[in-house]
């Protein structure tokens, strides 16, 4: 294992940070329509000029851009902190159950919603209350002091229930209203609206506040519990914290964008693979590299086709897969150990 | 042009359909609104003995019949419980497999795809001719094919206006290329340049939509939002600045039936109101 230092980490997170600003280069400059450079530039430094130009990088690609770097920061740090506290490589942000929650919400306006009049856009808060619901109903069930499975268990069950609803629900569901759903299974970017961005990161800084003052406490938990214990970590108070943290920004996360699949699960094991399992750097790089990675996904997938959309939950899953299974090859031995 | 090219298609798409029985189908399940409203339209009311639930919420002709399930769950048993002589749906991967079992049971069906205007036409006389009403079908497709004649007569000296239909906002998808509503736009003056989709209806993004900068925009989307306050947030849209965004119905406009004279005609007066009448 590689020593930490204060050196190390600022050279990582300066690499990532570049990362972050490269992909976000890319993000505003590309897309289906043909706009030169010069024309994105003059749209960022002149946002009053009217003009399609504006409209695009301004009100279609700006927001998606820090939006798809939030929903990414947010997906790889809960995943983190999810595999940290369960002690399970297999975590990922959904595992809790928090995510078919928030679908279930979502997913009930979407399919439901314009039946009773509501519109569009009260599909986020829905899925958001459905997320706080489900965070709630976790802590009830575990009550104060639960292990790692039974909460993985509890997960397993909720998100089994939930997609019995939501299955229920879209087949009520008319034809178009069917396309709608099934995207936000997958997770897209594709319509956001600027006024959610600040919640998502809102509950993004909220849960990095909580994660990084109690990171040490984190490397010292993934020896085990009692260990930990006799360390001097306040496990339960740790778990507690984290837990609801992480919940709540898979919560902001998913509820704007769907479920995007693969961020929260291969971002943190690659970070790990590449430096190391140290939560301290290993919780602010996964912000970054997380956000970068969806960021570059959403991008290919509003300019691959055209005037076409891909959902960028797709390209998750297609991009990040062969990635992470030919890193795995490589490091076969060090996967396992958290 | 364009109609002698309609009439060859129709002439295709009508020597393609099987060989009708002989005689008159006398217990009809349709299981698609819109042929549902045709067989209502026609006259043929009294031999529907059951349809989909849309058909029943839709038609208020056919409230009282028993429904047999939603377009994607059709119940076989139901259907087979009215034992009709006739099935008549437009075909989807959905009902393939129904098609296929009601066949192997000895229902005849009759699939009528109403995609394009050509096929709609088709549909109309086919169907006319499956229930014994020829000569109303024949009527119906004579009105439809001369009131287009007369809207692309009256649009054909105007200037085309650059239309995007919205059929739904999130994911957003527009009346691309061959559908029956897209070749409506045309004859009624729009120029859509959706027309580089191939599909009838595609899903595109809003950077497309910006970047095509139409004049007018149908939004007949179901959201709650006034087509208005929403497509004002991309104020560069030539259709926002000239207050060309109008909420046209959904179940008048992008429902393929027995009357779309009716459709061309709002959509004509969308694109091109007439003198005199104050802009809504």
Request: with cysteine.
């Amino acid at each position: 294992m590689k020593v930490l230092t204060a050196r190390r980490a600022a050279g990582v997170l300066a690499l990532l940070a570049l990362a972050v600003a490269g992909s976000v280069i890319v993000g505003l400059a590309a897309g289906p329509s043909s706009l030169s450079p010069r024309e994105v530039v003059s749209a960022l430094l002149a946002p009053e000029t009217p003009g399609a130009a504006a409209d695009i990088v301004l009100r279609v690609r700006l927001p998606r851009v820090l939006l798809s770097l939030l929903v990414g920061a947010s997906l790889a740090v809960s995943g983190v902190l999810f595999q940290a506290l369960l002690r399970n490589p297999l975590a990922d942000p959904f595992v809790l159950g928090v995510s078919g929650g928030a679908a279930l919400g979502g997913i009930a306006v979407l399919s439901l919603g314009s039946a009773v009049g509501l519109s569009h856009a009260a599909v986020a808060p829905a899925a958001f209350a459905g997320a706080l619901a489900t965070t709630l109903l976790l802590g009830l069930v575990s009550g104060s002091r639960a292990s790692p499975t039974s909460l993985l268990l509890t997960g397993v069950v909720f998100n089994a229930f939930a997609s019995a609803g939501i299955v229920f629900l879209a087949s009520l569901a008319g034809l178009s209203e069917g396309a709608g759903v099934f995207l936000w299974l997958i997770g897209s970017l594709s319509n956001v609206r600027a006024d959610v961005t600040g919640w998502v990161a809102l509950f993004l800084f909220a849960g990095l506040a909580c994660a990084l003052p109690l990171a040490r406490s984190l490397n010292l938990m993934t020896l085990g519990e009692e260990p930990a214990q006799q360390l001097g970590v306040d496990v339960l108070r740790v778990q507690r914290v984290l837990l609801v943290a992480a919940s709540l920004m898979v919560g902001a996360a998913v509820s704007v964008a769907g479920l995007v699949g693969f961020v929260g699960l291969i971002i943190p094991h690659l970070l790990r693979l590449l430096i190391g399992p140290d939560h301290r750097l290993l919780v602010p790089s996964a912000a970054l590299a997380g956000g970068a990675f969806l960021l570059l996904c959403d991008t290919a997938a509003r300019s691959l086709l055209g005037g076409r959309e891909l959902p960028v939950g797709a390209l998750t899953s297609l991009a990040g897969g062969p990635v992470f299974l030919w890193l795995l090859r490589r490091h076969q031995q060090r996967i396992f150990a958290p | 042009m364009l109609l002698r090219s309609l009439a060859a298609s129709l002439f295709f798409a009508l020597a393609a359909l099987p060989a009708a029985s002989e005689l008159p189908a006398r217990r009809v399940v349709s299981l698609n609104p819109s042929l549902t409203a045709t067989l209502v339209a026609l006259g043929a009311s009294a031999q529907l003995v059951g349809v989909d639930d849309y058909s029943a919420r839709q038609q208020s002709a056919v409230r009282e019949l028993p429904a047999v399930g939603g377009l994607f769950n059709p119940s076989l048993e139901a259907i087979l419980g009215l034992a009709p002589d006739l099935v008549v749906l437009v075909p989807s991967a959905q009902q393939r497999d129904l098609r296929a079992r009601l066949e192997a049971l000895g229902v005849e069906v009759l699939e009528l795809p109403n995609i394009t205007l050509a096929e709609l036409l088709a549909s109309i006389e086919a169907l006319g001719s499956r229930v014994g009403r020829e000569a109303a079908a024949r009527a119906r497709v004579r009105e439809i094919e001369s009131a287009w004649r007369a809207v692309a007569a009256a649009s054909a000296a105007r200037p085309r206006v650059r239309t995007v239909l919205v059929l739904q906002r999130d994911p957003l998808y527009v009346v691309g290329r061959g559908s029956f509503i897209d070749s409506m736009l045309i004859t009624a003056g729009a120029e859509n340049p959706a027309n580089v989709f191939a599909e009838p209806y595609p899903r595109t993004s809003l950077e497309w939509l910006i970047a095509a900068a139409p004049e007018l925009i149908l939004d007949a989307s179901e959201d709650s939002e006034e087509p208005r306050d929403y497509w004002a947030r991309w104020p560069s849209l030539p259709a926002v600045v000239k207050g060309q965004v109008h909420r046209i119905a959904a179940s008048e406009v992008t429902l393929p039936g027995p009357f779309p004279e009716r459709a061309l005609a709002l959509l004509a007066e969308a694109i091109h109101p007439a003198p005199g009448r104050s802009d809504p």
